[in-house]
């Protein structure tokens, strides 16, 4: 890392000095936050090789992995579901806490927000899911969280009960929020599933306050450029350039499309929505219990 990305990385991880006593949990001394900062793509690939050698001593039969609990600050024995087809682990949806029932990349994006946005127990924090057991733990922390789900053709910003509970309606790349609404939004999994992700990014910034913080996890394409997977036509006919990739929604069976799995170019595309500092993040750590290939990105307002 360059001196100036350190310098960089040091006026965007500014913190008040007195956060962690804001957020209240106790951390274990001697086990660092595992985020590692970059905008260059040779960074990452040299990043998750120095892991490589540790996941290779890690079976794809374990089904239980000792660990730290970023949300619970406890020791736990982390669930591992069965490898998958090809006898492969998907270390990112998996790795399950006893406690908190978050798997790896919630606890990681969980952490990775308090440590990169360093949020006041009264920040204002927009999360884009509200059907899911993270917005139930940010829920019990954040008073002033707001969350919403997509539920079409449902009027925008009106409350749809589903599933039995009282759920916000809100279409990301036309939010009902005012400019300047939140100190954080997150947003786990979901930009993927935007035709128009770039209309979404401008929505974030818009809703955003002046220095606020965005945190994005997506599908890692691995290289500069995003992979298209699919695009819409403007006849709104969905065209397949790869084979179709559906994801898990707590709204359909059937599963929903992933358009994108993206690329450092996301940076300069958050960038012209208005960030001003953008970074992607690697993590592994076996002893948080995230193992396997992490990302996300990471961007302050203007
Ligand atoms: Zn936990």
């Not at 920040?123 to 954040?142: C, H, I, K, N, W």
């Not at 709204?251 to 992607?280: I, N, P, R």
Request: aromatic share 12%.
């Amino acid at each position: 890392m360059g001196i100036n990305r350190q310098f960089r990385l040091r006026s965007l991880l500014s913190a008040s000095a007195d956060w962690w006593h804001r957020i209240t949990r106790t951390l274990p001394s001697g086990l660092p936050a595992p985020f590692f900062f970059t905008q260059d793509i040779n960074a990452v690939h040299e990043y998750f090789s120095a892991c490589y050698a540790d996941m290779h001593s890690i079976p794809e039969s374990t089904r239980l992995l000792n660990g730290h609990c970023y949300v619970c600050s406890t020791v736990v024995d982390f669930q591992v579901a069965p490898a998958g087809d090809g006898g492969v682990v998907n270390w990112r949806e998996t790795l399950v806490c006893p406690r908190c029932q978050l798997i790896n990349r919630w606890r990681g994006c969980l952490h990775l927000f308090e440590y990169f946005c360093e949020p006041g127990l009264q920040d204002r924090v927009y999360l884009t899911e509200m059907l899911s057991p993270v917005y139930q733990q940010l829920a019990g922390r954040f008073p002033r969280l707001s969350a919403s789900e997509f539920l079409p053709p449902n009027e925008l910003g009106s409350t749809v009960q589903t599933h039995a509970v009282p759920v916000r309606n809100e279409d990301v790349t036309q939010l009902t929020y005012h400019d300047c609404s939140f100190e954080s939004v997150l947003c786990f999994d979901v930009l993927e599933h935007v035709a128009d992700y770039r209309a979404a990014l401008r929505e974030f910034s818009r809703v955003l306050c002046s220095g606020g913080r965005l945190i994005l996890s997506v599908p890692f394409s691995f290289r500069q450029e995003t992979r298209i997977r699919a695009e819409v036509d403007g006849a709104g006919n969905i065209k397949h350039l790869v084979e179709p990739c559906y994801h898990g929604d707590p709204l359909s069976d059937e599963g929903v499309l992933s358009y994108y799995d993206f690329g450092m170019d996301l940076l300069h595309e958050l960038q012209s929505a208005g960030f001003e500092e953008t970074l992607l993040v690697c993590y592994y750590s076996g002893n948080w219990g995230y193992l396997g290939e992490n990302i996300a990105y990471v961007a302050r307002k203007s």
